[in-house]
């Protein structure tokens, strides 16, 4: 009968493949980054979009709240409380409406998609400290977190939202950053610096005014200045000027828009409705 013979011999190790040698002078491989958001000039239908929107801009921009705040004239603290109540169901949500943008960006495939993608990432990290930072601001004028997780915003807030998450939902990707990173976080970094300096008079009337309790208006106030401009340029990259995109876009932004200013002066109204 044959026999097989077995190879008794030790196992060879299996030797890795050798990695590429890279002379001393050879420079390291350059890590991928998408290019950052430099402001361009402006085609013309934003400059339009710009002058078309100017009116609901302002109104935004100004509501009675601010800008009696803005003026030294200190509106009663409690309408200031009632803004922060209704506007935190906003704020909480605000990286949401980013994250429906963000699905729609690609990694390269479209010019601009990288960068797009990119601040939007950075962005909603940053926003995942401001409902913290929002909390702290109401806690300092005597409002607990409690009172902010079960209030039922009042309907001109839920309005904003709802037209805020459906736009970034099915609408373009344009228009999304238009209604949301361009008009409400482009109008915060205006009124934001006009009320903070003043805001810190409501002192007087028992409001906690410290590092903690301000930290959400004064990095409002000193960082939103450069995102309607890096928002711009999302919006430029991502609309085709020679189609009906440029009209849906300014339309997005306007309604936004006027949408903010209906909730600030609801907010006034609701506490001083003689006012109204």
Known sequence: MSTVALDTAAPQKTQPLPLAKRSATEAP???YNPPALATTPH??????????????????????????????????????????????????NFPKYMGL???????????????????????????????EWWLDWAAGTGIDPEQLFNHTPMPEVMELHTYLMELCAKGTLAEGVAASNWAVEGVTGVWTHGVEKHFREYAAEGA?????????????????????????E??????NPLSEEPARVTEAARKSLELLAKVWEACYAAEIPEAG
Request: hydrophobic letters at 40%; proline letters at 5%; glycine letters at 4%.
């Open 101 to 131: 943008s963000l699905a729609k960006t690609t990694y390269g495939k479209r010019p601009g998609d990288s960068s797009a993608r990119r601040w939007l990432l950075q962005n909603m990290a940053v926003e995942a400290k401001h409902s």
């Open 29 to 31: 491989a350059r890590r």
């Open 43 to 92: 085609p013309e239908w934003i400059t339009a979009m710009v002058e078309t929107v100017k009116t609901e801009w302002e109104a935004a921009c100004w509501p009675r709240l601010f800008k009696e705040t803005a003026e030294g004239k200190r509106p009663p603290l409690r309408v200031w409380q009632r803004m922060l109540t209704e506007c935190f169901f906003i704020v909480e």
């Open 208 to 232: 906690r005014i410290d590092g903690v309790s301000m930290m959400w208006l004064k990095a409002h106030a000193r960082y939103d200045d450069a995102h309607p401009h890096e928002a711009l």
């Open 234 to 239: 999302i919006i430029k990259a991502a609309t």
